[in-house]
């Protein structure tokens, strides 16, 4: 079984940076593509951007590209995400997520954390 607990969120400026992190219990976590999502509220939850096991490879979503950074640790078995330039309309729940197989490009998610909320003001 994965568990997956995220940290990190918070109240930001815009124009400010958070780190969130989501660290995962369980072995297969080496192996896992490991994915972050984000849901506003009245809006469907979205891709944010996502990593490879090795942590060679990412893929972002255009919104976020260029702005935020995502990394791993497997030694600690943790995900970051590094946000940067924040906007407003980054403010949602954040989540991370993982899959056992596929490519970073591919949404075969079948373990979520509950989630940590940014809010970024003007």
């Known amino acids: 079984q994965v568990h997956l607990v995220e940290s990190g969120g918070g109240l930001v400026q815009a124009g400010g940076s958070l780190r969130l992190s989501c660290v995962c219990s369980?072995?297969?976590?080496?192996?896992?593509?490991m994915g972050w999502f984000r849901q506003a509220p009245g809006k469907e939850r979205e891709f944010v951007a996502s990593?490879?096991?090795?942590?060679?490879?990412?893929y972002y979503a255009d919104s976020v590209k260029g702005r935020f950074i995502v990394s791993r640790d497997n030694s600690k078995n943790t995900v970051y995400l590094q946000m940067n330039s924040l906007k407003p309309e980054d403010t949602g729940v954040y989540s991370c997520?993982?899959?056992?197989?596929?490519?970073?490009?591919?949404?075969?998610?079948?373990?979520w954390g509950q989630g940590t909320q940014v809010t970024v003001s003007s």
């Open positions: 997520a993982a899959q056992a197989t596929g490519s970073v490009t591919s949404m075969n998610y079948a373990y």
């Open positions: 990593i490879s096991w090795r942590g060679s490879s990412s």
């Open positions: 369980g072995r297969a976590f080496g192996r896992a593509i």
